[in-house]
Nanobody, 124 residues
């Protein structure tokens, strides 16, 4: 079993930066592809970024491309999302997810594991 715990959310002004972390526990964690998603109340979950289990193939949603960097440190079983030039529309609950299939993450599908989420609020 894999558990995911997000951290790093908070309140930031537009134009600022945040780094989100997702700590994974469980023997299989380092062999899972992982991704970030976000959700605003009343809206569907939105895919943000994904990274392969070996740290390769970073992918980004068009809405964050050029402003976000996804990375992972398998020695620490932790994934990161660096977000720069934040906009109010980046606000929401950010979730990390993990799955054995990288393409399930890209497709915003039914991932095997989810964290509880961390709130990000970007003020204008």
């Amino acid at each position: 079993q894999v558990q995911l715990v997000e951290s790093g959310g908070g309140l930031v002004q537009a134009g600022g930066s945040l780094r989100l972390s997702c700590a994974a526990s469980g023997r299989a964690a380092s062999r899972l592809s992982m991704g970030w998603f976000r959700q605003i109340p009343g809206k569907e979950r939105e895919y943000v970024a994904a990274i392969h289990w070996d740290g390769g193939s970073p992918d980004y949603a068009r809405s964050v491309k050029g402003r976000a960097t996804i990375s992972r440190d398998n020695a620490k079983n932790t994934m990161y999302l660096q977000m720069d030039s934040l906009k109010p529309e980046d606000s929401g609950v950010y979730y990390c997810g993990a799955d054995g299939n990288y393409y399930v993450i890209l497709g915003n599908g039914n991932l095997d594991y989810w964290g509880q989420g961390t709130q990000v609020n970007v003020s204008a």
